[in-house]
């Protein structure tokens, strides 16, 4: 399950003027700041791939990847940003949500989540959303090579667990969740051989 080929195709400001090929789409999402760009540069083994084609400023878009030429990694907007309230019902709603119930190539949503800090509230309405709106979904744990350090008052396994047992109040069944980092690569040929087993359904 190697990355051979990786390459930008385009930036759509709307769900409607995304790539209508049918290859099957993975899409990335997480508060900013949760490892998001890093975590698909470590995926395609290049340095700042994901930053490259991501426009400045605050423009909401969809950015898809192709991979191997044969599937799409889709780079959606973050939420979360510092001054925006505890509630994902903004402008993120509309444009992101849109694209998750109108995306028919959508194979799952990898929701990130910081593991260096304890659950936070917008990453499980979230998941509570996506839920309830039967998107598949699989948690990606982000940063987990800080074991070892004591970080926001508690340990890196205390707030995954944390976050798993909160989970559990939106989903009967548990969504796949698997830990990666960034920094040590580790969790990511595991990451990619799910994503491959997904997309053989
Ligand atoms: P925005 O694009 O600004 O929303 O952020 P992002 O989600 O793309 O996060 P980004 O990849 O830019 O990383 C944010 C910060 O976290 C950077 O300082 C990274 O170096 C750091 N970081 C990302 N991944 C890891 C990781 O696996 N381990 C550690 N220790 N730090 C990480
Ligand atoms: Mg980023």
């Avoid at 990786?6 to 999402?29: H, I, M, N, W, Y």
């Avoid at 878009?61 to 309230?85: C, E, Q, R």
């Avoid at 509630?87 to 028919?104: A, V």
């Avoid at 959508?106 to 989540?113: G, I, K, R, T």
Wanted: proline share 5%; net charge positive; charged share 25%.
């Amino acid at each position: 399950y190697r990355v051979k080929q990786s390459a930008f195709v385009q930036a759509s400001t709307r769900v409607s003027d995304c790539p209508k090929d049918g290859l099957p789409e993975f899409a990335f999402v997480g508060r900013s700041n949760v490892g998001k760009s890093s975590l698909i540069n470590a995926l395609v083994q290049k340095k700042e791939f994901a930053e490259t084609s991501k426009k400045p400023g605050k423009t909401q878009v969809i950015n898809h990847y192709l991979i191997n030429k044969s599937w799409y990694l889709v780079d959606l907007p973050g939420y979360g940003f510092a001054n925006v309230p505890t509630d994902i019902r903004s402008t993120w709603n509309t444009f992101t949500k849109g694209y998750f119930l109108r995306s028919d190539s959508l194979v799952c949503v990898l929701l990130l989540v910081d593991a260096s800090i304890p659950p936070q509230a917008i990453d499980l309405d979230c998941a509570d959303w996506l839920g309830r709106n039967r998107v598949p979904l699989t948690v990606v744990f982000t940063k987990c090579d800080k074991t070892r350090k004591k970080v926001d008052g508690g340990k890196l396994e205390d707030n995954v667990r944390g976050f798993l047992r909160l989970l559990k109040k939106s989903y009967d069944q548990m969504p796949p969740w698997i830990m990666t980092s960034a920094v040590t690569n580790n969790g990511r040929d595991e990451l990619l051989q799910h994503l491959y087993t997904l997309r053989t359904y």
